[in-house]
């Protein structure tokens, strides 16, 4: 008698996902959400909530585990956002976001974003390395990154910055970080970067913005020196805030002292803020960020 042995199904894949969201605080929208992705096969996994009692405006961002696929779940998650008026976003989870970088002459903050993105650490992808000098090129050498010198003065600003939007479109480059390239780009692409550009200053915003913030702040005698990562707006140095951090200074200080000093501050602070944005952390709520740790 020969045994009949059924054929075994293969499990489906498990998939994570992040949903964010942002609309008008109303009654309701934790519970429709959260039966919503129920309802698509959901397993949430965290889950947090934020409203501002100013603007009257509600921020969610939900992660899950399903095995129902991405379409499937836009298209439950679609009846929510109409009865809502969401504004709304489904990402993979885990999925790296390609980001380009940008950087004069300081390599600092761009040897702590390369390290941390090759020992897995930072979850993007970094297709290029963009730069108005050739300093840092044997940098990007050692990572294996290609390196684009795209110089700049007055007379080329418009066509350097031409040059540079084509290269994000033709490398599918999905935020772009500043770090420390020290150009002041123009009101047209920081509109077209809004929302997908990270700037590091190398003070605590808002005080001692635009050039040598450091020598502003010595000159002034403070007592702390910081570094502040924001998204890039056409106001310089006035984009919505993503993280801030600060360490303590003294009259001994010099400004060579201060200027190294804050180096490591600028490295932690800008690779934080691109970890959120890369985890779909940080919403935009107008000139303020709401950031979900």
Known sequence: MTDLIAPSSTPASTHG?????????QPGIVHAVSG????????????????????GTFFMRVAVETTTSFSKLREHLQMVADRF?????????????????MASKAAHCLNDLLFLQRSGTLPVEIPAIVSNHKDLEPLAEFYGIPFYYIPVTPETKASAEEALLELVAELGVELVVLARYMQVLSDDLCQRLAGKAINIHHSFLPSFKGAKPYHQAHARGVKIIGATAHYVTAVLDEGPIIEQEVIRVDHGHSVEKFVSMGRAV???????????????RVLLDGHRTVVFD
């Not at 949903?19 to 605080?25: E, P, Y």
């Not at 919503?36 to 009692?53: H, K, R, V």
């Not at 976003?89 to 885990?94: E, K, N, P, V």
């Not at 600028?266 to 779909?280: C, F, I, M, N, P």
């Open 17 to 25: 996902y992040v949903l964010t969201l942002s609309c008008a605080d």
């Open 36 to 55: 919503s992705l129920l309802d698509a096969g959901c397993n949430i996994t965290d889950s947090q909530q934020y409203g501002n009692p100013d603007t």
């Open 85 to 101: 008026e969401l504004k709304w976003t489904l990402h993979r989870a885990g999925t790296p976001i390609r980001t380009l970088i």
């Open 266 to 280: 600028e490295a932690r602070t800008l690779a934080q803020a691109v970890q959120w944005h890369a985890e779909h």
